[in-house]
């Protein structure tokens, strides 16, 4: 049987042929809003209606109209348009002014142009790089000039960053003006600019004063400022209170690590600002009821009486000058003197000391601990990652729907709805998986530091910082039992739960045993400073700093 017609279907298929259509579509594309306000998109539709004037071309249609970063190829309307001539079927040719307007994302780019016109025979043509994309020599040329506009695009980039940080590292503020200032020389260069208090930043400045002197809270201080008019909501106003700016210093993520003074003028001074959050510090992370004796009475409702799981009181006997601890429960006899029951605490707070020469050996024991925890989480960060792009796909199959008129207004709300609320809860949950081992070795190299001189930190510290450090160490509290006379904790802090059972096995080392490890048990995972929350790692970096203020530990 000689007959290869019936083989035919077999062979590899061509590449669709070139039509001889009329029909074009226009896109355009500004990356900036300043650049649209200047009628650079009505200069390139023109440019382009003319083009296709002289090719005797017919427009059916124009994408673009806006402002779209080409650094990638995620662009809505540039979307819509590639959607638009792939579903058409009489769509030969997409006119744009350059091609660095239809994209700047360099070989990505040149692919979906070659793409278009393999798939599709559709052809992309340049208004200012007039070539022939359907030659070999024209698509060669296309593809560099495809590159030379990432090149460019990436050059431009790093200049701009560069100049960015040269503009910070001089004093001068290159963003938009925060609240309470005005610019007297707005849309000047940045070195030219005159940032000056504005008469609402003398409303704020006062914001700053009562929070230091008055110790009214942030939500009072933001009524306060919506009846004089100055419309602002407490987690804003928590933010004004935490930005340098206001000191006429300059912060920056692009400068890290560093404090530049400014060109601008200051609201307050320095020692007001950090009065302010050394009160805002305090007020968050110490909820406790005013109490004159305070400073005596530590453990006072951080220890619960063993028999009636009550929060301890404390009052002093004033002839003795003695302070005491008791359970408030009715018929409960539990009382005990303060200065027994703080040097019983100070024991079970140096149960935790480490001394100088096992410190390096600890660390490495305790990063070695906690590997294991991380190789968990970069595979929950990997999932969840897969599952975020799938929704995003989704998400692009609805739109795409919709743009071409297969499902309705509806529909299509109803499941983009459905597609986003899903994308939120993976993000929320990706959120929480953005721990960093270094962040979590500096609480490490924290904890060691605490634990060379845990007794005598709490000691000398005053109250808050006490309750810092208790509440660190041991973060459900204490009890105390009247019948042994002794105290417990309900649970310790994972990175202090270790150290005991570690220093046990090094010292076992110093007599000639050897180290099993598997007498240690693996980290079950608890931060210990803050509940487990999104946003667990930054509430640790500022407890972590925050601690070191108080403490003043240099590590």
């Known amino acids: 049987m000689n007959d290869l017609s019936l083989l035919q279907q077999f062979a590899p298929q061509s590449d669709k042929p070139l039509t001889d259509g009329k029909n074009a579509v226009i896109y355009t594309r500004v990356s900036s809003l300043e650049q649209e306000d200047n009628t650079s998109l009505g200069s390139q539709k023109k440019h382009c209606e003319n083009y296709a004037m002289k090719k005797d071309l017919n427009i059916v249609g124009y994408f673009g109209g806006t402002y779209e970063s080409a650094k990638t190829d995620d662009r809505k309307e540039f979307n819509r348009m590639l959607n638009f001539v792939k579903r058409s079927k009489n769509i030969s040719y997409v006119i744009v002014y350059s091609y660095e307007r239809f994209s700047r994302s360099g070989i990505n780019g040149a692919s979906i142009a070659d793409d278009l016109l393999k798939q599709y025979g559709v052809v992309t043509l340049a208004v200012s790089q007039e070539l022939d994309p359907t030659t070999p020599s024209g698509s060669f040329q296309q593809k560099i000039l495809f590159l030379f506009s990432q090149m460019d695009n990436e050059m431009r980039r790093d200049k701009s960053v560069a100049g960015m940080k040269e503009m910070l590292l001089k004093g001068y503020w290159i963003w938009e003006v925060p609240r309470g200032y005005v610019d007297l020389q707005k849309g000047g260069r940045a070195s030219e600019r005159q940032l000056v208090i504005s008469e609402e930043g003398k409303i704020l400045k006062k914001a700053f004063e009562w929070k230091a002197y008055k110790k009214m809270s942030s939500a009072d201080i933001a009524r306060k400022l919506n009846k004089m008019g100055v419309k602002i909501d407490e987690r804003r106003l928590n933010n004004l209170f935490s930005n340098p700016f206001y000191t006429g210093a300059i912060v920056s993520k692009m400068l890290p690590d560093r404090v530049i003074q400014g060109h601008h003028e200051p609201m307050v001074s320095v020692e007001l600002f950090l009065l302010v959050n050394g009160i805002r510090k305090e007020a968050r992370s110490l909820p406790y009821t005013k109490d004159p004796d305070k400073e005596n009475l530590p453990l006072k409702v951080f220890t619960k009486c063993e028999k009636c799981n009550t929060n301890l009181t404390g009052y002093i006997v004033k002839k003795k000058n003695l302070y005491y601890y008791k359970c408030r429960t009715k018929g409960c006899k539990t009382n005990r003197s303060a200065k027994v029951m703080h040097q019983m605490f ?210």
């Open 346 to 555: 100070l024991n079970m707070l140096n149960s935790f000391y480490v001394e100088e020469k096992h410190v390096n050996l600890l660390k490495d024991m305790l990063e070695e601990q906690i590997q294991n925890f991380f190789d968990q989480k970069l595979d929950q960060k990997k999932y969840l990652k897969i599952n975020l792009a799938e929704v995003k796909k989704k998400i692009e199959k609805v739109e795409e729907r919709f743009a071409v008129g297969e499902i309705e207004k509806t529909f299509y709300e109803k499941f983009v709805k459905k597609f986003r609320k899903e994308q939120a809860q993976i993000r929320k949950e990706l959120s929480q998986t953005t721990l960093e081992s270094s962040n979590l070795k500096k609480v490490i190299e924290y904890t060691l530091e605490i634990c060379r001189n845990t007794g005598t930190l709490w000691k000398d510290a005053n109250i808050y910082s006490k309750r810092i450090l208790q509440e660190m160490v041991y973060p459900e509290g204490i009890s105390y039992d009247r019948g042994t006379d002794k105290v417990r904790t309900y649970r310790v802090n994972t990175f202090f739960a270790l150290i005991p059972e570690l220093i046990r096995l090094l010292k076992g080392k110093e007599k000639g045993d050897l180290i099993n490890f598997n007498q240690v048990p693996h980290v079950g995972w608890m931060t210990g400073f803050e509940p487990a929350t999104p946003g667990t790692t930054n509430q640790c970096s500022n407890q972590l700093s925050y601690n070191h203020h108080f403490f003043g530990l240099q590590i």
